[in-house]
């Protein structure tokens, strides 16, 4: 059973709409984690937290934002969707020695 | 920087044996990591190794190290279409403020015909 939830599984939204993607755990790991996933299986980092209060930018660019007010929850923000934010977005938390563990993804179309 | 490098593909038939290989760059990590990830799915974590050992073994599955080339394996016995998969390795980051970061190779898209 998932100790990490994403929500929603799927979501087709319109251009410039607002959106939140939603990841929550419950296992009290203080680091969490957003990806981008290519169609084309690359994996990219695009936000980090290491704990309440505390947001990074990953390696790979991105237009949206994050906020982790509680520990248990690391929600994704894109102001206004473009048909370039067309991805797999995938959540995840870590801890030592068992590395992490992922959420099951929110597959985002924007047309 | 950083990086893990594994090739993108291979083909295996049902019963034989899958070796799936991984570079590594940085010979400070800890822990080395694959994780599996099934069509629509998020990654999974399949095993791991501490980077003090050589090998280690869970039933089907043995990963071995290499540390002196920096090289990595995993290797599946009696390869299923169940495994058909897309399989992740990754090394633990250990720069700057980074560390517990993972870094993740490309992806090796296992496919298994009957």
Not at chain 2, 11 to 16: I, L, T
Not at chain 2, 57 to 64: E, N, Y
Not at chain 2, 87 to 105: M, P
């Amino acid at each position: 059973e998932a100790d990490i939830y994403q929500t929603p599984r799927y979501l087709v939204i319109g251009t410039g709409k607002k959106i939140t993607l939603e990841c929550s755990q419950t296992m009290g790991h203080d680091k969490m984690y957003w990806y981008q996933q290519d169609p084309g299986m690359e994996l990219h980092l695009i936000h980090y937290s290491y704990g309440v209060n505390s947001t990074e930018k990953g390696d790979l660019s991105s237009e949206s934002t994050v906020s982790r007010i509680r520990t248990e929850h690391f929600p994704l923000t894109l102001e206004s969707a473009r048909p370039s934010h067309t991805s797999q977005y995938l959540c995840a938390s870590w801890r030592q020695g068992s590395g992490y563990t992922f959420g099951s993804g929110t597959r985002l179309t924007v047309v | 920087g950083e990086d893990v490098e594994q090739s993108l593909f291979l083909s295996v038939r049902e019963g034989d044996s899958s070796v799936i290989n991984c570079t590594y760059t940085d010979s400070s990590s800890t822990y080395l990591y694959w994780y599996k990830q099934e069509p629509g799915a998020g990654l999974q974590l399949l095993t791991y190794i501490f980077s003090n050992m050589d090998m280690k073994q869970d039933q089907r599955l043995t990963v071995l190290l290499n540390k002196k080339d920096k090289h990595l394996s995993l290797r599946i016995a009696d390869t299923q279409t169940g495994d058909s998969a897309i399989y992740f390795c990754a090394e633990t980051a250990n720069y700057g403020g980074s560390q517990g970061n993972l870094i993740f190779g490309k992806g090796t898209k296992l496919s298994v015909k009957p």
